[in-house]
C-alpha cells in the first residue's frame, strides 16, 4: 500500500551529520547524471499535515543540490487567471522538463482534501478527482516522468506541539496561520480523508512515501535517501528497444471498428455543393451571428480544433471565422514539428499552455491529435504511446468541458483526386507555391494509412462533450459554411 522508510524514527544529529555527508555528495553526484542524461524530468509531490517540516526539509535539499536546476512550486487559492482556466492548467506550467526536478507544494492533492474535509466536496466528487489524478499520473509516468509523492505526517497531539512552539518564537511566529489552527481543530476529518486519498492513489509508478514527521533529522534522510534511490535506479534503467523510456504502458492492441466501415467513405463529395455566389450573400449575416455570440461569452471560453487532409481548406476557413472576431479576443496556433523546449515535457503541455481564458478563443491549426494521426503512421512514436493517447485526449477535452470550454472540432475532407487537383494547381500558381511542400507530396503517397488512423481517431474521440464534425470540403464553400454554422449552433446551444 504504502512505501515506508527504513529509517528509525528518531536521529540524533552526530549520525545525522555522518550520514549526510556522504547523502549529500551521493545525491548531488545523481543529480549531475539527471541534468547530462537528459532523459526525464523529476516530480517530487510535497504534501502532509500543517507542522510536519515540508518546508524545512526541502530548503535543506535545496542547500544540498544545485538549485539552478530545481523548480520550486508552492500553490496557493488560484490566481484570476488561473481561475479562468481549468484546474490543472497551473500545475502543467509548473512541470519540470527532462534533466530537472520540480518540487510541487499545495499541488493537485490539497484542493481535493480540503475539500472534502470542510464537506465543500462530496464523497462521489472526491472519486471522481481521485479518478482523475491517478489518470494524471499514469500518463506522466508513462511519459517517463519519475513521480515521487511524499507525506509528512504527525500525530494529534504531535501537531498541537509544533504548532504552539513555532507561534511561542518570534522567528517563526509568522508560520503559523489561523487556518493552521482551523485545521488542527478539524484533525481528525482530515486524517480520515487523507488517508482515503492516500490509499486510492498510491499506485506502482507512483507510490506514496509516508514518513513521520516530528524528528528534523529522520525526516530530511528519509526524503533524501528515497530521492537518490530512486534517482539512481531510473537512471541506471535500460530502455527497451523501441519505447520512448522505460515505464512505457502495455496498451492492448487497437481493435478495428465493429461494422469495419471508414467513415470517411461514407461522406457525400457530389451532393455537398454551394457556389461562391450562395455563399458570400450569406456571409455577412453568418459573420455577424457569430460577432454576436462572441460578445456573450462570459466566463465560458472556445477551442476549436481543425484536422484533415492536407489541402482540404483549413487555413481559409480559420480565416472566415477570425474575420468575425475581435483580432485581441482569439489566439491562432500553428502547429509543427515540437520544438526543443516542448520535446523536454510531455505531450500535451504543449496544447495546455495555450488555452484560452475567459471569453476567448484558441484555434488550433492541427492540434494533439498529431499523435495519433503523423505521428502513428510515420512511426515518430511508439505503438503504446499512440494507442494509449485516445483516452489521454478523451481525458484532457473533458477537463476542458468540465471547465466550460465549448471544445469544437472539424475535420475537413476531400477526395484523393480533388487534393491531387489541388496540389497541381499550388505548384504552378505563384502566390501558392509556399503552400506545397515535399512532404505534401510524400503524404500522399500514404493516403490509406492515414485514412485508417482519421477513421480510428474519429471513432474513439468523437464524444457527446466534444464532438467531431466532418466537412466535405471538396467544395470550399460549403466548407466553410458548414464550419460557420456548427460553431455558432454549438455555441447557441452552450450558451443558451
Not at 507512483?206 to 528515497?226: F, S
Request: charged residues 30%.
Amino acid at each position: 500500500m504504502f512505501e515506508s522508510a527504513e529509517l528509525g524514527h528518531a536521529i540524533d544529529d552526530a549520525t545525522f551529520k555522518k550520514r549526510a555527508a556522504t547523502l549529500r555528495a551521493d545525491l548531488l553526484d545523481a543529480q549531475y547524471d539527471l541534468i547530462e542524461k537528459h532523459t526525464f524530468p523529476v516530480i517530487i509531490l510535497i504534501n502532509g499535515v500543517d507542522g510536519a517540516g515540508k518546508g524545512e526539509t526541502v530548503n535543506l535539499l535545496n542547500e544540498w543540490m544545485d538549485t539552478r536546476h530545481i523548480q520550486n512550486h508552492a500553490f496557493g487559492p488560484p490566481t484570476e487567471e488561473e481561475s479562468a482556466r481549468p484546474l490543472m492548467w497551473r500545475y502543467w506550467r509548473a512541470l519540470p522538463p527532462k534533466g530537472k526536478i520540480g518540487v510541487l507544494f499545495g499541488n493537485w492533492y490539497t484542493q481535493p482534501i480540503v475539500g472534502r474535509a470542510t464537506s465543500r466536496l462530496s464523497s462521489e466528487a472526491l472519486d471522481v478527482e481521485i479518478g482523475r489524478i491517478n489518470r494524471f499520473e499514469r500518463m506522466l509516468c508513462d511519459e517517463g516522468a519519475l513521480v515521487l509523492k511524499f507525506w509528512f505526517h504527525l500525530s494529534k497531539d504531535a501537531q498541537k506541539k509544533r504548532l504552539k512552539a513555532l507561534a511561542k518564537s518570534k522567528a517563526t511566529r509568522w508560520r503559523v496561520t489561523k487556518t493552521d489552527w482551523k485545521n488542527l481543530a478539524r484533525y481528525d476529518r482530515f486524517a480520515k480523508v487523507s488517508e482515503r486519498v492516500l490509499r486510492q492513489t498510491s499506485t506502482g509508478d507512483a507510490p506514496w512515501i509516508v514518513l513521520e514527521g516530528a524528528d528534523a533529522n529522520y525526516r530530511t534522510l528519509t526524503v533524501a535517501t528515497q530521492i537518490l534511490k530512486s534517482l539512481r535506479e531510473r537512471l541506471g534503467a535500460t530502455v527497451p528497444k523501441g519505447k520512448a523510456q522505460p515505464h512505457a504502458a502495455n496498451v492492448p492492441p487497437l481493435l478495428p471498428s465493429v461494422d469495419g466501415v471508414r467513415i470517411l467513405q461514407t461522406l457525400d463529395y457530389q451532393g455537398t455543393r454551394l457556389g461562391k455566389a450562395r455563399f458570400e450573400k450569406g456571409l455577412p449575416k453568418m459573420l455577424g451571428r457569430l460577432n454576436a455570440l462572441s460578445r456573450r461569452l462570459g466566463d465560458r471560453s472556445v477551442v476549436l480544433v481543425f484536422e484533415g487532409n492536407d489541402a482540404a481548406g483549413k487555413g481559409g476557413t480559420i480565416r472566415r471565422i477570425t474575420s468575425a472576431l475581435d483580432a485581441r479576443q482569439y489566439s491562432v496556433i500553428q502547429v509543427a514539428a515540437p520544438t526543443q523546449e516542448e520535446r523536454a515535457q510531455p505531450y500535451l503541455w504543449r496544447f495546455w499552455r495555450h488555452l484560452p481564458g475567459r471569453g476567448r478563443f484558441t484555434i488550433y491549426d492541427r492540434s494533439w491529435y498529431g499523435r495519433v494521426l503523423v505521428e502513428r503512421v510515420e512511426g515518430f512514436c511508439a505503438q503504446g504511446a499512440w494507442s494509449r493517447a485516445y483516452s489521454e485526449i478523451n481525458d484532457f477535452e473533458l477537463q476542458l468541458s468540465t471547465h466550460g470550454v465549448v471544445v469544437v472540432k472539424f475535420w475537413l475532407a476531400v477526395t484523393n483526386d480533388e487534393q491531387l487537383r489541388r496540389f497541381k494547381e499550388r505548384e504552378t500558381t505563384r502566390f501558392k507555391r509556399f503552400k506545397i511542400t515535399d512532404e505534401d507530396w510524400r503524404n500522399r503517397d500514404k493516403w490509406d494509412a492515414y485514412e485508417i488512423a482519421a477513421c480510428d481517431m474519429i471513432d474513439r474521440t468523437s464524444t457527446s462533450y466534444a464532438p467531431w464534425t466532418l466537412i466535405e470540403a471538396n467544395d470550399k464553400h460549403y466548407a466553410r459554411q458548414k464550419a460557420l454554422e456548427t460553431l455558432c449552433t454549438r455555441l447557441e446551444g452552450s450558451l443558451g
